[in-house]
């Protein structure tokens, strides 16, 4: 791979990730169910991005067979991310909240 390539793949990769991670915190900001369909959105979603990001490297350097490489190594940022979006919804919440209160 070339580096303008290398530079221009990495780009791509951090806008996508940015863009999205901004838009779920945008959309879930301070609501408990939203945040956690968000953090599995982000975890269910892996696959897709990185099937995506290995058929864009494909798709940017035929010849090179690092393709599910890159794509792994990008999609587990990902999915850490996604992790730390549904945990975070807990903090948002008191535990009675979640599990209910002994007073019903």
């Known amino acids: 791979m070339d580096i303008l390539e290398r530079v221009l793949l990495t780009a791509i990769v951090v806008a ?9 915190n945008y959309y879930a900001r301070r609501n408990f169910k939203k945040r956690l369909w968000a953090g599995m959105l982000f975890i269910f979603s892996t696959p897709l991005f990185m099937f995506g990001l290995s058929m864009g490297v494909k798709f940017i350097n035929e010849g090179d067979e ?39």
Do not use: D, M, Q
Request: proline share 4%; no cysteine; glycine share 10%.
């Open 16 to 24: 996508v990730f940015i863009s999205v991670n901004s838009l779920a």
């Open 66 to 104: 690092i393709a599910g490489t890159i794509g792994l190594l990008g999609s587990i940022p990902y999915f850490i991310n996604g992790l730390v979006v549904f945990f975070s919804a807990f903090r948002l919440v008191k535990p009675s909240e979640i599990v209910g209160s002994k007073e019903s």
